[in-house]
């Protein structure tokens, strides 16, 4: 049923709207406004919309806390349990990098997941309206190291988040902070548990793409492309310029990432062996979370890349 599921998110262009007691969000509506989501929180403006709901910014009506409000669409119950298992999995969690929920509440086809409201941008869209090449190589240390704590921090948990990508990254516009979000394909792995496919092809893991269970080997690889975007702005490779997704997958399991192209070139030496070892393609080969935040680049302020070293 899971994969089937994960088939129609890849693939399904529902939209979803929602009555607010608010006039500014009128146009949205298909709820009354007397229902427990609108009474508790006043939805404002619109953050982002998916394939299945809308996320919105609003505050608890309680004490005028600031929360962003998630809110899907759920004709079936399979979604339901989806933003039940979210909630489940994120109400346990608490880390500085991981967004923070606060409430769940359901309603007549649709669900809600409240979080602690951190920023409005992610990863991709800053990128895409200031740092179109990558983000400053200042900011690739501190934020790079904020991102595989949050992930370790998952990892220690035995829980496998499944769709690490530069869309479930949150950012700030000043390159201070990030959170990572959408918990909604996570699932803590349990003894004699494997896990389905799930989560954005595009990051999807070698072995996950040639039908394995997804593991925290396969949330390494969405790490490392997560951790190329952020430095080079774009990935090595997309789905959407491959003929299928057979020969997308061939080329994913047998062609190793190049860092040694000129826009890598002024980026720290260290940065791009985090990125290097999180895309190998035998997912053996590829360090835990924990490993990988023990680099001598985290430590070491001198490792720098320079041309002649890689030319």
Same mark, same amino acid.
């Given at each position: 049923?899971?994969?089937?599921?994960?088939?129609?998110?890849?693939?399904?262009?529902?939209?979803?709207?929602?009555?607010?007691?608010?006039?500014?969000?009128?146009?949205?509506?298909?709820?009354?406004?007397?229902?427990?989501?609108?009474?508790?929180?006043?939805?404002?403006?619109?953050?982002?919309?998916?394939?299945?709901?809308?996320?919105?910014?609003?505050?608890?009506?309680?004490?005028?806390?600031?929360?962003?409000?998630?809110?899907?669409?759920?004709?079936?119950?399979?979604?339901?349990?989806?933003?039940?298992?979210?909630?489940?999995?994120?109400?346990?969690?608490?880390?500085?990098?991981?967004?923070?929920?606060?409430?769940?509440?359901?309603?007549?086809?649709?669900?809600?997941?409240?979080?602690?409201?951190?920023?409005?941008?992610?990863?991709?869209?800053?990128?895409?309206?200031? $740092?179109?090449?990558?983000?400053?190589?200042?900011?690739?240390?501190?934020?790079?190291?904020?991102?595989?704590?949050?992930?370790?921090?998952?990892?220690?948990?035995?829980?496998?988040?499944?769709?690490?990508?530069?869309?479930?990254?949150?950012?700030?516009?000043?390159?201070?902070?990030? $959170?990572?979000?959408?918990?909604?394909?996570?699932?803590?792995?349990?003894?004699? $548990?494997?896990?389905?496919?799930?989560?954005?092809?595009?990051?999807?893991?070698?072995?996950?793409?040639?039908?394995?269970?997804?593991?925290?080997?396969?949330?390494?690889?969405?790490?490392?492309?997560?951790?190329?975007?952020?430095?080079?702005?774009?990935?090595?490779?997309?789905?959407?310029?491959?003929?299928?997704?057979?020969?997308?997958?061939?080329?994913?399991?047998?062609?190793?990432?190049?860092?040694?192209?000129?826009?890598?070139?002024?980026?720290?030496?260290?940065?791009?062996?985090?990125?290097?070892?999180?895309?190998?393609?035998?997912?053996?080969?590829?360090?835990?979370?924990?490993?990988?935040?023990?680099?001598? $680049?985290?430590?070491?302020?001198?490792?720098?890349?320079?041309?002649?070293?890689?030319?």
């Amino acid at each position: 049923m899971e994969s089937g599921l994960w088939r129609r998110r890849c693939l399904a262009k529902t939209q979803l709207t929602v009555l607010t007691d608010d006039a500014r969000n009128a146009e949205h509506g298909l709820l009354p406004a007397e229902n427990p989501l609108t009474t508790a929180y006043e939805l404002d403006k619109i953050l982002g919309r998916g394939s299945v709901g809308f996320v919105y910014r609003a505050r608890r009506r309680a004490d005028q806390r600031e929360v962003a409000v998630k809110i899907r669409h759920v004709p079936e119950a399979a979604v339901i349990q989806s933003c039940q298992q979210e909630f489940e999995v994120l109400k346990k969690l608490e880390h500085p990098h991981i967004i923070k929920v606060i409430d769940f509440v359901v309603l007549e086809g649709q669900a809600a997941l409240i979080f602690d409201f951190c920023c409005e941008g992610t990863l991709r869209s800053v990128l895409k309206q200031s $740092w179109a090449a990558g983000l400053p190589v200042a900011s690739l240390k501190p934020l790079s190291q904020k991102l595989l704590d949050a992930v370790n921090y998952l990892h220690r948990r035995r829980i496998v988040h499944r769709d690490i990508k530069p869309e479930n990254i949150l950012l700030q516009d000043d390159l201070q902070n990030l $959170w990572l979000a959408d918990f909604n394909t996570a699932c803590q792995l349990m003894s004699g $548990w494997s896990l389905t496919m799930t989560g954005t092809l595009d990051y999807a893991a070698p072995e996950v793409l040639q039908g394995e269970s997804p593991s925290e080997k396969s949330d390494i690889w969405g790490l490392g492309l997560s951790l190329h975007f952020m430095a080079v702005g774009k990935l090595p490779r997309k789905l959407g310029h491959y003929a299928d997704l057979a020969s997308f997958a061939a080329a994913v399991a047998s062609k190793e990432v190049n860092l040694q192209t000129q826009e890598w070139q002024e980026v720290p030496l260290g940065y791009c062996d985090i990125v290097a070892q999180c895309l190998r393609l035998d997912k053996t080969l590829r360090p835990a979370s924990m490993l990988l935040l023990e680099s001598p $680049w985290f430590r070491d302020h001198s490792l720098k890349r320079a041309v002649s070293e890689t030319s």
